[in-house]
């Protein structure tokens, strides 16, 4: 029989799931200054997202930012707003999983909670929440809010999720809510309740022990870094024993960031991936967001300088470069070491995205990674 969570992709069992990541801003995923960079003007967005939701692509993850990347162009300024680009693509397209990526330290779960239903009514069902505790102090600074010790931020986010996931659910009976990080809530109440039950689906983006923990608590995905077959092996089934301690019924689920160039020949793929991401990256704004981050986050280890390149060419995430055939093996090598899905992204979107629809994706169909 089928059921309201029938309908978000991102609920598809036995599916690698495929979406978009970073299309929200300017500059996307990337840090370079070739003049083909996504630009993020909403005509493009929409353009997207409908290909995406047409060529069966399963979600639309952005993410969520209020200020510039200070370097050679202010990269990342221009940016909209998640919950409310959510709540547009969901009512321009049919099938694909509408996320938003929300700030638990900016934006209060009242507020998250009533316009995430308002996103799932209005996509009948596709709508997730992506939880964020932030790290950008420039961000905080400019909401007057101070960066909570790493320590703090998920106890904050548990405080923020139980309000959350409690009016989503739909509340008509009133609640108080008490805590050190949200005191005297009085009466809390919230109808309708969102489509899919009891709540939408939950990812949150986290590296850290304390990250993990909080998804055990609260997320359906955890979305995080993918280094190499063998530690995406190992990731996976501490996961899944995590899950397990935890008394899940289902394990997180793990989903990856990565990034595609993908062309007709291998050399073409590997030239243009230097090119945009060495030769024309934007060098000072690496810098002031590698210091930022590894200030503020727990960080797989890596070597400098192959993080600076991941950074440039696709924030941090697993290359997949090549021909279709070398893009479609990158994929199932993700999905064979256990993880549920990535989160893709590409110089220019809307130019980069066809090859991959009409190329790669029969590849994984054959290979019996995904279901559609
Ligand atoms: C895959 C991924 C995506 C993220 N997306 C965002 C984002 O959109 N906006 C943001 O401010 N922080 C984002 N973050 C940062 C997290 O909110 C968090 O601050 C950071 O990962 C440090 O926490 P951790 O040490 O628990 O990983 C992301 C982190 C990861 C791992």
Known sequence: MSSANDINPMRRPNHFKIGLFGYLHEGGNCFTTVPERWLARWPDILRLAKMADAGGLDFMLP?????G???ALMQRLHSYETLTQAAALGAMTERIAVLSTVHTPLIHPIIAAKCMTTVDHVSNGRSGLNIVCGWNTDDFDMFGRQTLPHSERYKQAWDWYQIWSR????AEEPFDFDTKFFPDHKALVALPGSIQRPRPV??????SPDGREFAMKTSDLLFTYYTSFDAGKKLVADIEAQSAAAGRSEPVGLVAVSYVVCRKTRAEAEAYHRYYAEVRADKPAIDYYMAGRSKNATMP?????EMRLRFAAGNGGYPLIGTPRDVADGLIEIARAGYAGTAISMVDYVGELPPILEEVMPILLRAGIRVH
């Open 63 to 67: 993410i969520s930012r209020w200020k």
């Open 69 to 71: 990347v200070p370097g």
């Open 167 to 170: 009016l989503i659910e739909g």
């Open 202 to 207: 939950v990812i949150s983006a986290a590296a």
């Open 301 to 305: 280890e890596q070597e400098e300088r």
